[in-house]
């Protein structure tokens, strides 16, 4: 019977001679992680749920990124579509004058500002930290040339992570850049973010320096399975 009622339940119906579920939740259980085997609070059986990891707010630091980007005469965006630089990404598209850059792969980033910079072009990179790996030898690069290098890695692998592949890379994140010559510098607060970024910027663009900037995990948000 208890089995019957827990069925009915999860799919949104009235279990035989039964009141009719709260309209107000249609019936269906709420979306959320669980943990150890999942109960019924009815017929003497209880549900066990894990605590939901907290989201950043929306806040207003991806504009004032953008704007950074924008005071620091930032032409060139490569990127490698990520869902925490999307916001960023968008702007780019939608901005007269920058010139969005897809990527197959990080490490062509690495190149695409070297040649940006002996053009002209100020250049960034987008992408995230899962992806700093594939960069590593295509760094030696930066080393050799002398030239700037800017990078904005968003974070996984530390705040509310799910995905334990991510966790390796995301924990060796900052000693990577640092074993290749590449300074790095760090954002966990919304009111970090543009000053971070606006000195990172001149050390690179007028120090001519590797630069990275970590934009934590907890800033934007730790990623559920849906995203």
């Not at 709420?30 to 085997?37: H, N």
């Not at 007269?96 to 695409?112: F, H, R, S, Y």
């Amino acid at each position: 019977l208890h089995r019957k009622t827990l069925f009915h339940q999860i799919n949104g119906h009235a279990p035989p001679h039964t009141a009719e579920p709260d309209k107000s939740n249609h019936g269906i259980l709420p979306k959320v992680a669980l943990a150890g085997r999942v109960r019924s609070s009815h017929g003497h059986v209880t549900m066990t749920q894990a605590a939901p990891v907290s989201k950043a707010p929306v806040a207003a630091w991806p504009a004032d990124l953008f704007a950074v980007l924008k005071a620091s005469n930032v032409r060139q965006v490569a990127y490698v579509p990520d869902g925490g630089h999307a916001a960023r990404i968008n702007m780019v598209h939608a901005d007269p004058v920058m010139v969005p850059i897809a990527l197959t792969t990080e490490e062509e980033g690495v190149a695409l500002l070297a040649g940006a910079w002996l053009g002209g072009d100020r250049a960034v990179l987008l992408m995230q930290s899962s992806g700093v790996g594939n960069c590593v030898n295509m760094l030696s690069l930066i080393k050799n040339f002398g030239g700037p290098f800017l990078a904005l890695v968003t974070m996984r692998g530390e705040w509310g992570e799910f995905t334990p592949w991510q966790v390796p890379m995301g924990t060796a994140t900052a000693e990577a850049f640092r074993l290749m010559g590449v300074h790095v510098v760090r954002a966990d607060a919304p009111d970090e973010v543009a000053p971070t970024v606006s000195a990172a910027a001149r050390m690179a663009f007028e120090g001519g320096n590797g630069v990275a900037v970590l934009i934590g995990q907890k800033l934007i948000g730790a990623k559920d399975f849906a995203k």
